[in-house]
């Protein structure tokens, strides 16, 4: 069994410190069994960054059936998020706040929370220099991978949407009215994600931002750890894709 002081220990072993900004992605089942669930992995993410840092968490809505013609519905205060257990509970903490985005919003706690998640629903695409994704990178935040490889990676999109590859979003923008803050209409204008373009193989970067030393692996229990250094991972994909926009996609062979 695990408990509190293991994850948070296990949390500074990797280098997470007081002050920080990490967004996780997280499966709790890899774990093996945690006394007090999610509740508890959530409160160790915040006591090992402390008050003065930040905790974000993806908490994804999108669906394949989501365009142009089907605009996708969303509630900011009651949609939920299909990105697992700890997300879940994540977001629906009073302290939280989740960005204004119809499919790829994010939920925050802590000292950068508002500022992260600012003018997310203004971007042109769901991850790009508008996103919390984006911005978690220029503040010098980590990505964490929780028992997840980088197929959950989801700041690997920003890295798509930034270099401009030209597989990965909808050729039309789709206009769709979400329900804000305080139930107001707001008006978001995306091209979405393309949910039928060309496989893709994320954890091909996997070894590359091993080599480049810019991703840290441990072990908390049963879960393999990775905490990774968002703005150099953005730099390096961002260069990688834009020298190559098909990169990642699957070789057919």
């Known amino acids: 069994m695990l408990y509190r002081k293991d994850i948070v220990q296990g949390f500074k072993n990797l280098g997470l410190r007081e002050g920080d900004i990490v967004l996780v992605h997280s499966s709790l089942r890899s774990f093996g069994y945690v006394d007090g669930g999610a509740e508890t ?13 930040t905790v974000m968490v ?9 365009g142009k013609e089907n605009p996708p519905e969303f509630d900011v205060r009651t949609t939920p998020c299909w990105t697992g257990k ?3 509970t994540f977001r ?13 919003s994010v939920s925050a706690i802590g000292a950068g929370r508002d500022e992260l998640l600012k003018g997310h629903e203004n971007g042109a695409s769901p991850c790009d220099r508008f996103s919390p994704y984006y911005k978690n990178a220029l503040s010098g935040g980590y990505v964490m991978l929780i028992g997840v490889d980088q ?4 700041t690997i999109h920003c890295c798509e949407e930034v270099a401009g590859v030209p597989y990965h979003l909808q050729k039309e923008v789709t206009e769709t009215s979400i329900k804000g ?5 707001i008006l978001v204008r995306n091209r979405l994600h393309d949910w039928n373009k060309p496989p893709t193989d994320f954890n091909k970067f996997d070894g590359v931002f091993e080599k480049h030393g810019i ?3 441990g072990k908390i229990g049963n879960s393999t750890i990775r905490l990774i250094d968002a703005k150099a991972m953005v730099e390096l994909a961002v260069d990688m894709l834009t020298k190559n926009p098909y990169y990642l996609l699957i070789e057919k062979g």
């Open 86 to 88: 700890i997300p879940e």
């Open 151 to 154: 197929e959950s990676n989801t």
């Open 92 to 104: 629906q903490r009073p302290e939280a706040r989740r960005s204004l985005h119809p499919t790829h």
């Open 215 to 217: 991703m840290k692996t």
């Open 181 to 185: 803050y305080n139930g107001e209409e």
């Open 41 to 53: 992995v959530i409160d160790s993410l915040l006591e090992a960054v402390g008050e003065s840092g």
């Open 58 to 66: 993806p908490t994804l809505t999108g669906k394949s059936t989501d």
